[in-house]
């Protein structure tokens, strides 16, 4: 099986003492593509080592999280921008809105996320998003920007089955991760009725860890048990859900 994890911040200090043994642990159990979204610019010598220890299995983004946009966001989507100018990513992000730690910041997430989306759209990547507390104040961004040059990934979707198709409306693929094991998750009640080629698989690590690990550090390895509770939903196999769910992530990431 070849399983891609397409959202990890694999470079966050969490894994400071056992980055490389995590990764490894992760390529053992069958995860051999990982997509790790940017946060702000603080972040991009660690992401770039990563890359340069691993190259054939992690594949970058740039951009800066809703979280992280403050007074000197302009400053810092100057940097991304100059990013993408100057090599290779795979997509925009992760960014979005969050609404979840500061209901203040919402005017300036907002111009963020639409500057992000139009660079998506300039060098032709998909863009990663980021929404927590926010689904209409992203649908507002989304709506003005839609068309057929817009793609990605709604990631660590946790919406309702409504807002899954208006997600699914703007080209936008659904992130599945740890949250889909949870009780409490509800995404899995309605998840079959998604087509298995609108969703990919993604951890968030270090965050979101899936049960039985929740409430603990995640890290890309525990995306089998996501694997295997979407297996579940669907009926099929784990190795079906795994192949499509790549597949999907290289029509998402051209990769």
């Not at 057929?148 to 693929?173: M, P, R, V, W």
């Not at 297996?231 to 099929?236: K, L, V, W």
């Amino acid at each position: 099986m070849t399983i891609t994890d397409t959202h990890a911040h694999l470079y966050s200090e969490a894994f400071e003492e056992d980055r490389e043994e995590m990764i490894n642990r992760a390529l053992d159990a069958g995860v051999s593509r990982f997509f790790i979204p940017a946060i702000d610019s603080e972040y991009i010598d660690a992401m770039y080592d990563l890359e340069r220890k691993f190259p054939e299995q992690i594949f970058l983004m740039a951009g800066l999280h809703p979280t992280h946009v403050k007074e000197n966001f302009r400053e810092e989507l100057a940097i991304v921008a100059r990013q993408l100018e100057e090599r290779k990513f795979y997509a925009v992000g992760e960014t979005g809105i969050d609404l979840y730690w500061d209901k203040s910041s919402l005017s300036i997430q907002q111009e963020a996320f639409q500057y992000q989306i139009q660079l998506a759209k300039k060098y032709k990547l998909p863009v990663v998003i980021h929404c927590r507390d926010a689904f209409d104040e992203v649908f507002e961004v989304l709506e003005r920007e839609k068309g057929e040059d817009l793609s990605g990934i709604f990631h660590c979707f946790t919406g309702t089955y409504e807002q899954a198709q208006q997600a699914l409306s703007y080209n936008l693929k659904l992130g599945i991760g740890g949250v889909v094991t949870f009780k409490n998750g509800k995404i899995d009640k309605f998840l079959d009725q998604i087509p298995l080629e609108e969703i990919v698989l993604e951890t968030d690590a270090p965050y979101l860890a899936p049960v039985p690990y929740r409430g603990k550090r995640n890290e890309s390895s525990y995306l089998i048990e996501v694997l295997n509770k979407v297996a579940e939903i669907y009926g099929i196999t784990p190795k079906e859900i795994s192949d499509r769910t790549t597949q999907n992530s290289r029509e998402i990431f051209g990769i």
